[in-house]
């Protein structure tokens, strides 16, 4: 709420000549893009002033409340004025002339009135008209919707819209989500670890709740609203099986209740053998009825606790997380026995796809290979849950072909918002691009403009359910994410979640213009930076079509260089295939033949080495050393060359960066230039460590006209020793035997 | 820097009748006592202003420039006006009426004319004088001192006062610290995770430090400064070698840089076995030469980064860490040779007496006997830190024998100010009266008034340098201690660091006024709570000298019941030695006779029956269930007496603060009553479990006029696989092989 009084030193300072001298005021990313700072654009705020003179909501619900609550809070902010969302009676048919009105014909005669017939027919439970209209004859903005959560969405949507001090004069919107689930997924333990969480601890304070509730989880909730996010997974799906105990499920049921008005429902993520581990079934067999009977009995206690409750997110047979397999089940037996628990209930499952056994040739195939069988059993309240890429978050992976094997079962897009592998809470990486690069691949699978974004809205392959899901791990720090730019990657998340044909760059413009300033001196060339960001990380990690090459266990470093591991598939060779002739995984016929999991066009282009797109070269091919690159270089010179590119974007970012000092607040400038710094050290660090073990193999040396490695490869393995967050991958084995 | 804010809203709704309507401004606790709010008290508030017309402060030092920082803050948030504290010219003699000045007669001439010879002279480096004196006839407030690092003492001292709303009108302080090493210990691993720690990670964030130095480190420098601490060891003393590295020391070092101009210097826990974890010499004996050698230019290395660097925090043999007598050297030996190497940079050695090793009959006796041995062979600059009592930080012990048993020898005590064993996060328990107790405590060394306080500061035994370490852990909670009446402890523990003989009652008074309010409606009942609120604890836990009930490995819930364990000294059937005949362990000379190792006077009191304490009973005598208490009561129903009256006594503190709506902001005071609401279902739960445990032994009814057990003791020991917070013990042993 801080704004509110910064917005009133403002004022004062301006009104009275009294003056805050030195003293500055603390800015740390706490209220992300929901600032509402007064307008600084005097047109505009006297033109919002004087089109937003009343403002009503209809509805007595708590969503209402809530709505009123947002617009209270965010006018009187941007207007800077006292501005208070007040109750509009269902029956009220007139409005003062330049009034905000807020509600859906259910809570408001004035609204019923507007005949929108269609028109919002059309838009469903959750989307939303704003408009300038006329209510008997007077000039009125209204936000009309279905329900009181579609009026919430649009609330926010106006409030977006004016922070970004869009003119609303002629206003005339109408958005609803192109998706049905539009998911947080949080890998919070229940001790409060994060896994691949760099943002402090869980935020959920297990030992306080259920009495106390932070006001965080409501913020939390805001966060989410004002991007249309609907569900978040509170739990690791690294599962601790006490999140089904009474005792838990009173505290899931408080966080339930704090963000019910906020239209986002609660899931968990569940345990596998959970009947086991509270010792009363000895089988986790999906076709035992004892087993089905604990979890339809589960299922019962959770709605009783939570009514509106969600769902559960599943990661069986995975990284040794226990599921049907053990039992000579499929996936499909085991997802359709909880969807069936839950179906009485409304519930849905997500079940994850992220397979990959130790024993088959290719990483890459595991996932289409066992889930392409089972096309078409799956129940209608299943939806798998797919990462984008084949392997695991990479910074540039081609497309999980699971996306065009199935036909005939629900499937949702995984994304990762954390920064797993592009640099924890210290990288700028702004992953809009990597998402829209996703969502808008052409798949080629039914011709031309094929893109991912129609396969998963339903358009290209039938569904009941769609989603998106995005594994964002905010913690407790202050500004939610470590790095304020990864508040950007949440909200790019959310916000394509809503709209997959978004483009990253106006996203990230209205980003910036709300978390920071509308100031265009500072909007443009932050924006360039962002949407170069993430290929920068790219360059100076993993160009061309490298992966996975991070350090083993933490994956923030460079690693090349790991050959030996319990499993080939955990190293970093595995990956690479750097040999004397060359480099690459070669993924065609002569290979794993994994591009034949591809539609046929698509699987052409990756397939050959001519036409094959650079980025993506070694994920499909081993190539020769000296092979020739479109830029007339060679591999090795192109690689070369890629790595110094990605150290000299982050240099110029840095740049950028510097000559923001005065155009935002001193504390989140010095923040950024410092962490910048820091990601300067670890581009060159990545570049020389890569370089360096390639040259292993390669036995070429760097031109010249390339900055030389500061140090020996034998010194950068050294430096690898640098683990400063915790890593808590599985819960402790004690918490998983309850009996 | 908030409170500016609320100031300017304050001072902005009163003059222009704006006001803020529904919106409540956020006090979220991370400014602790340093809220600097204005004085509500008019006549107070108006005579501060006419008393405080100009502020000046003389030197050029980076700490004057923090005096000045703090002052302008300070006096600009509670005068309630605009007021910058300027720099004093060396040779300026000349002031305006009513001005306040801060300097030393080094940097100031004005204040070197004041003349105040020995009386200045006898304060020492830290000490300070505050009084109103005139300087060429005209009124002048100043603050005076030997050094800058006094002067910012005394000017925090000046604003407690103003907080506190005292009179300034003919004030006279003359003020000196009673102990030379006032020290924080952090229990923090270097991957952030603190070891008891219940406030989120580790303060120190060192991915993106050196670069990137949070406003947090400076903020935690001044709570710090504030209560005259001196030092900060900043990590965990089952310590990580890495901290060692250069790669980390560069980091330290950006930390030192902050603390430094508010007098805290640095300080590090070191690994015993950093020469073979470093792969350099393959021992760790504290005789051998290359040993040696490696220790010195360690230091070099170290003291190049950190000029002003503090000194080792050590914890050897102990609990598994290695150390001298692996090598069959003594605690003597390994001290010295860290003190050699730290000698030539005047860096100092705390050697922690925290060892009981598994084969000694009584744990109890541990320090005393491994460490009265060496009596007088630890070097000058070896101080011999000791918990406060003779097992580990419980709600109640008695002194450890080992401060009345070490004579030539130089020793500090160590607090814990975190509660371990005083439920986490979620429990009220101001451990004021703790520390009060112990420090104290009469030993009946020299007869009557040997209070502990005047061994440690060298009146009773002689000593060269005397401190207090206090265990804090603070962490990444906005709050910084996670319950907001943990900073009350982190507050007294300052405060009796500088002065034991100041009392919990004032303390308390002090840290509501500044914390809460100067309104005596809510300070006085608060104060009243807080009060009994340790006792409280003691009673739900383990009254009557009962210790060591807790839960195995987090010591957050109760566990009476363990009796197996892979040590019989990590059971709790060791402490407690229940038996149908009776409870408690005997330490007269029929059992272990540990009393034997307190000063003669007081071991008579200890072990005898009839002269023991009762709340100390149990710790000496095992003592039959029918034995008479003083009340009349016997053992068995004194035992549920006061564990029933722990209980009554959280509902009171529930009831006294549910009266306190209104009189501070809903924000602290909604989230007290939440967890007021926790302490008090653990309560019940820590009673019931503890009487139902008990009485399979003493087969004694529990007295139909107190309140029954909630459950059945098995239900109870289901209850407890409630860890909600990670509990990292020891770094990863990986991180220990660094070559």
């Not at 006018?75 to 003062?96: C, F, H, M, P, Y």
């Not at 069936?340 to 519930?347: F, V, Y």
């Not at 110094?644 to 000092?661: A, P, T, Y």
């Amino acid at each position: 709420m801080k704004h509110y009084l910064k917005r009133i030193a403002m004022c004062l300072s301006v009104c009275t000549g009294f003056s805050l001298g030195t003293v500055a005021m603390a800015e740390d990313g706490y209220e992300m893009w929901l600032r509402y700072q007064p307008i600084t654009d005097k047109a505009t705020l006297k033109a919002y002033q004087s089109s937003l003179r009343e403002v009503m909501v209809a509805g007595d619900s708590e969503t209402a409340n809530a709505i009123r609550k947002e617009l209270t809070l965010g006018l009187s902010g941007l207007l800077a004025r006292e501005i208070k969302a007040i109750n509009l009676e269902k029956s009220q048919t007139t409005v003062a002339k330049n009034s905000l009105l807020v509600g859906t014909p259910a809570t408001s005669t004035a609204i019923a009135n507007l005949n929108l017939g269609e028109r919002l027919s059309a838009l469903g439970d959750e989307g939303f008209i704003i408009e300038q209209t006329q209510i008997n004859k007077r000039r009125t903005l209204v936000v009309v919707a279905n329900t009181d959560v579609g009026a919430l969405y649009g609330s926010f949507h106006l409030l977006r819209l004016l922070q970004t001090q869009s003119s609303i004069d002629t206003l005339s919107v109408a958005s609803k989500p192109k998706l049905d689930y539009r998911v947080i997924n949080h890998w919070d333990n229940l001790n409060r670890l994060v896994e691949r969480g760099y943002a402090g601890l869980s935020l959920w304070d297990w030992g306080s709740l259920p009495h106390y509730k932070s006001k965080r989880y409501e913020d939390y909730a805001r966060i989410n609203a004002s991007l249309g996010i609907n569900g978040a997974v509170i739990n690791n799906v690294n599962a601790d099986p006490r999140i089904l105990s009474e005792q838990f499920l009173e505290k899931v049921a408080a966080l339930a209740d704090v963000f019910r008005p906020y239209g986002i429902k609660v899931y968990v993520s569940i345990y596998w053998n959970a009947p086991r581990a509270f010792g009363v079934v000895d089988s986790g067999d999906p076709l035992d009825p004892r087993v089905q009977a604990w979890w339809n009995e589960r299922a019962n206690i959770i709605y009783k606790h939570i009514p509106d409750f969600g769902g559960f997110l599943i990661k069986a047979n995975s990284e040794g997380e226990p599921g049907p397999q053990d039992y000579n089940r499929t996936h499909a037996d085991g997802a359709n026995m909880m969807a069936r628990a839950l179906k009485p209930h409304n519930g849905v499952v997500f079940w994850r796809a992220f397979v990959y056994s130790p024993d088959i040739g290719d990483r890459f195939r595991g996932a289409y290979d066992e889930f392409v069988p089972l096309d078409g059993q799956f129940d209608e309240n299943v939806i798998v849950q797919i990462k984008n890429g084949p392997i695991d978050f990479q910074p540039r992976e081609p497309y999980s072909p699971l996306f065009t094997g199935l036909k005939k079962t629900n499937m949702m897009m995984e994304f990762q918002v954390t920064q797993e592998y592009f640099g924890f809470h210290t990288h700028l990486a702004y992953q809009g691009p990597l998402f829209e690069e996703a969502l808008k691949t052409d798949t080629l699978m039914n011709g031309q403009g094929s893109t991912l974004g129609k396969v998963l809205d339903g358009t290209l392959t039938p569904m009941t359910r769609t989603g998106m899901a995005g594994v964002v791990n905010p913690g407790t720090d202050r500004n939610w994410t470590g790095h304020p730019f990864v508040q950007s990657s949440w909200y790019s998340f959310g916000r394509m979640a809503w709209d997959w044909e978004l483009g990253a760059d106006e996203i990230a413009e209205e980003w910036l213009r709300q978390t920071y300033t509308n100031n265009s001196a500072f909007v443009d060339p932050v924006k360039t930076i962002m949407m170069f960001s993430r290929e920068a990380g790219v360059n100076y990690r993993d160009p061309l079509g490298l992966t996975h090459l991070f350090s083993q266990g933490d994956h923030y470093g460079p690693a090349p260089w790991t050959e030996d591991a319990p499993r080939f598939d955990w190293t970093a060779l595995y990956y690479h295939r750097a040999s004397a002739d060359g480099l690459g995984f070669d993924r065609t016929k002569t290979g794993s033949n994994a591009v034949a999991q591809y539609p046929e066009a698509l699987a052409k282009i990756y397939g050959d080495l001519e036409l094959v797109p650079e980025d993506m070269l070694l994920w499909f091919h081993h190539v020769p050393w000296d092979h020739k690159m479109k830029s007339g270089r060679t591999l090795w010179v192109e690689l070369v060359h890629k790595y110094s590119e990605g150290v000299d974007q982050v240099r110029e970012m840095r740049r950028v960066w510097d000559e923001q000092e005065g155009n935002i607040d001193q504390e989140r400038f010095l923040e950024v230039k410092a962490l910048l710094a820091v990601q300067e050290f670890e581009a060159i660090r990545w570049r020389d460590s890569c370089l360096l073990y390639f040259q292993t193999y390669s036995k070429r040396p760097i031109p010249a006209d390339y900055e030389q490695p500061k140090h020996t490869l034998e010194e950068y393995k050294k430096m690898a020793r640098t683990l400063y967050v915790p890593e808590p991958w599985h819960p402790a084995s004690s918490s998983r035997v309850l009996k």
